[in-house]
């Protein structure tokens, strides 16, 4: 049984205004691996970080694009677990409550969680790298996610050019309308939770101290150091599936 410091409960209580950041560790316990984690597949041998970028896919379009494919048919067997379900539950215990999220699969959204701020864009989006129309999905959900392969990306149907993930890799700038958002959100919040997340990745990982430098409370919940410990008035360390439940529960159940 976990316990909270009564401080905690009675700031979250009062709290009208909270933002949850998510990162891979949200996602980690749905059974979707982290970035931290060791690649499986064709990929073991790559970083992601290698991987997640323009250069990446314009040297080898049919690797980035099987990485992507791979990840999506995963996240498309997946469902979302306790920490998502959690967290969709707080935004109808809480006044305002939004979610920021840096993962790139929609198990906030399958959890019931509304208007979530992708920092990083989507799986679910791609579009054309030439003309940046949107492409559409076939029904079928990709081949079984096992270990993935090489697969050609799709062709535009507007320009006849090359699709691509609908994600930000590192080195291209975060959709700016939600980017704005996100910073507005944090320097106009009570509480921030930092859930899952190694905070290594900027700009999103300014979002903390953006709110802590308007007072807001941050709380950080990770089985790990992050190096965030210094800027956080709560370190929850534990898995999200197993904190956050526990903290709805010990803040809005009996209210
Ligand atoms: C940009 C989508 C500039 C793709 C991703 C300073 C300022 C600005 C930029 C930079 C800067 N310094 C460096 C940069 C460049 C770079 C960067 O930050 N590099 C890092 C490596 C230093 N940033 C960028 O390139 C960004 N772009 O700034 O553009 C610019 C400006 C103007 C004009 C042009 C350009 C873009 C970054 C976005 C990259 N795309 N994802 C994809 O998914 O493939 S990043 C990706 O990795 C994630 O989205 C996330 O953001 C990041 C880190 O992953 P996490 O989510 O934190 O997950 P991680 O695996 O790292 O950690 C998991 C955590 O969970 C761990 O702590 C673990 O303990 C914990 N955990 C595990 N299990 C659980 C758990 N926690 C709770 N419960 C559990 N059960
Ligand atoms: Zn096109």
Redesign the pocket.
């Known amino acids: 049984m976990l316990n909270f410091e009564q401080r905690l409960i009675d700031r979250l209580r009062a709290a009208q205004r909270i933002v949850v950041l998510?990162?891979?560790?949200?996602s980690?316990?749905s059974g979707i691996p982290?970035?931290?984690?060791v690649l499986t597949g064709l990929w073991e041998n790559f970083d992601?970080?290698q991987?997640?970028t323009p250069q990446a896919f314009d040297a080898d379009p049919e690797m980035v694009w099987g990485w992507?494919e791979w990840?999506r048919g995963l996240v498309m067997q997946c469902l979302p677990n306790s920490?998502h379900q959690a967290i969709a539950a707080m935004q109808d215990l809480v006044p305002d409550l939004s979610v920021v999220t840096?993962?790139?699969d929609d198990l906030h959204e399958r959890a019931g969680s509304r208007d979530v701020v992708h920092?990083?864009?989507s799986?679910h989006e791609p579009r054309c790298r030439d003309c940046a129309a949107p492409y559409v999905f076939p029904a079928a959900a990709p081949d079984e996610p096992g270990g993935g392969r090489r697969l050609p990306p799709p062709v535009c149907t507007e320009c006849g050019g090359m699709v691509r993930?609908g994600?930000?890799?590192?080195?291209?700038?975060?959709p700016v309308d939600n980017w704005l958002r996100a910073q507005e959100l944090a320097s106009g919040c009570d509480v921030l939770f930092s859930?899952?997340?190694?905070?290594?990745?900027?700009?999103?990982?300014?979002l903390p101290h953006i709110a802590r430098a308007e007072n807001a409370c941050v709380v950080q919940?990770?089985?790990?150091a992050?190096g965030l410990e210094t800027v956080v008035d709560y370190d929850l360390q534990?898995?999200?599936?197993?904190?956050l439940p526990a903290l709805v529960q010990a803040v809005w159940a009996d209210t």
């Open positions: 998510t990162g891979a560790g949200t980690s316990e982290t970035f931290r984690d992601a970080q991987l997640a992507y990840r920490a840096q993962n790139v920092l990083h864009g799986l993930p994600v930000v890799w590192f080195g291209e700038s975060l859930v899952g997340t190694s905070s290594l990745v900027y700009p999103a990982a300014n919940i990770n089985p790990q992050t534990g898995k999200a599936g197993h904190v």
